[in-house]
Every structure is written in structure tokens, then in C-alpha cells.
């Protein structure tokens, strides 16, 4: 019988990406001398996803001196270093590996910056594996992307599984589709309504975690 396999989104799942992005986007539009305006407007650029691209268009609009390798190279180190998996979590993706789960990350973005935020918050070395989107141009919620993940795992979707996010649409509709159970983290939002439900909603990663562990615990006892 193949391992338990589990896999979490990075952003907003793991770590606080919106804490630190405007962290970011206030450090970075006063470094470069730019007005409230336009640190509204650059928030609002790189809310959603960064990729080089798109500093290659916050370099022309705003006619910045410095090359778009070079604005998107600090981004990375910037976010990297802003960023943070918390205490607990990090001990909870550890307790998971010890009772027995392949733990993994499923992450969409560009390779660079999301390798760079799992290194920096401690999960890269916690992990049995991690597929980023931009690895082969498979996004979730493409069953593919899962598939890829579970791969990084040592397992296969078709052993079934859990998908721990907080996206509605990229995680949950995503890992349903994919064949995985769904645990939704729901950051005190209503569930969109006539949205097939998650299996479980929980307030943050940690709850994730005990649910998981509950989870195979009670697989244990009526298996042995």
C-alpha cells in the first residue's frame, strides 16, 4: 500500500504572500522616488502572479533606470526574504512525514521566486517534493499539474490523496478534479455559492495539518 500523499499551495497557504507583497511594493516604490498612486498600481500588477514580464512593464511605465533582469532578481531576493512559513506549520509538515505521508508542494508561479521563498521560509528541505508551474506549463488547476506534483512525491494521483489550499477555483476545483480529497483554507471568506464544496474548511495551514493527522490516525486503527 503506497504512502499517504498530501500536497499544499505555497502562497497564501504556507506563507502570507499578501502580507509580504505590500511589504515589498511599499519598500519598492519608495526606493524609487514613486507617488501612493503608484504603489497602488504596482501592487495591483503583481497581486495575482510576478514574472519577469511583468517588470519589464513596471520598468517602462515608470521609465526606471535599471534593467528588467535586474528589477526582477531583486524582487525575488526581496520576497524571499520577506516571507515566512510559521513555527507551527513547519513542525506540522515534519510531524506529517514521521506518521508516514509523502508531503509535497504544488505551487503555480515562476520557478525562480517560489524555489526561492521555499528555501527561505525552511519547507524545501520538509518536503518529499515540490512541482512549480512554470517548471513544463502546467498551471492549476490542470489535472496535469497535480499529476507532475505527485510525481515529485514518488507517487501517483491514481493512489488518491489531498490537496491543502486556499484558492477555490486552482486548488480545490483543481485537486477534486485531479482525484484528490480537498481541505480549503479559508481565511474567514464564505465559500463561493454554488461552487461544489471542499471536503473540509479550516482557518490556516496548522488546522490543515491536525486534520491530516487525525485523518491517518483513524486510518491506522481501523486497518490494524
Known amino acids: 500500500m503506497q504512502p499517504p500523499l498530501v500536497l499544499f499551495d505555497l502562497d497564501n497557504t504556507l506563507v502570507d504572500r499578501r502580507g509580504a ?24 500588477m503583481v ?24 528589477l526582477w532578481r531583486a ?8 516571507v515566512s512559513c510559521q513555527a507551527e506549520v513547519l513542525d506540522g509538515l515534519d510531524e506529517l512525514r514521521a506518521a508516514g505521508w509523502r508531503v509535497g508542494v504544488a505551487t503555480n508561479g515562476a520557478v525562480d521566486i517560489q524555489r526561492a521563498k521555499l528555501r527561505a ?18 498551471r492549476k488547476p490542470q489535472t496535469r499539474h497535480f499529476a507532475l506534483a505527485a510525481a515529485r512525491c514518488g507517487t501517483e494521483l491514481g493512489d488518491g490523496g489531498w490537496m491543502v489550499g486556499d484558492n477555490p477555483v486552482n486548488d480545490i476545483g483543481g485537486g477534486r478534479t485531479a482525484g484528490l480529497s480537498t481541505i480549503w483554507i479559508g481565511h474567514d471568506r ?10 473540509h474548511t479550516v482557518p490556516h495551514a496548522r488546522a490543515a495539518v491536525d486534520l491530516l493527522l487525525l485523518h491517518s490516525a483513524g486510518h491506522t486503527r481501523t486497518t490494524t
Open 21 to 44: 507583497l505590500a511589504d515589498w511594493t511599499a519598500g519598492f516604490t519608495a526606493q524609487h522616488g514613486l507617488g501612493d498612486e503608484d504603489q497602488a498600481n504596482v501592487l495591483d
Open 47 to 70: 497581486a495575482e502572479r510576478a514574472y519577469p514580464s511583468t517588470f519589464d512593464v513596471i520598468r517602462t511605465r515608470y521609465r526606471l533606470p535599471i534593467s528588467t533582469a535586474e
Open 75 to 82: 524582487y525575488c531576493t526581496d520576497i524571499a526574504a520577506l
Open 121 to 138: 521560509a525552511g519547507i524545501a528541505e520538509r518536503v518529499d517534493g515540490v512541482f512549480v508551474s512554470g517548471e513544463a506549463d502546467a
Open 190 to 199: 464564505s465559500w463561493p455559492p454554488n461552487d461544489p464544496g471542499p471536503d
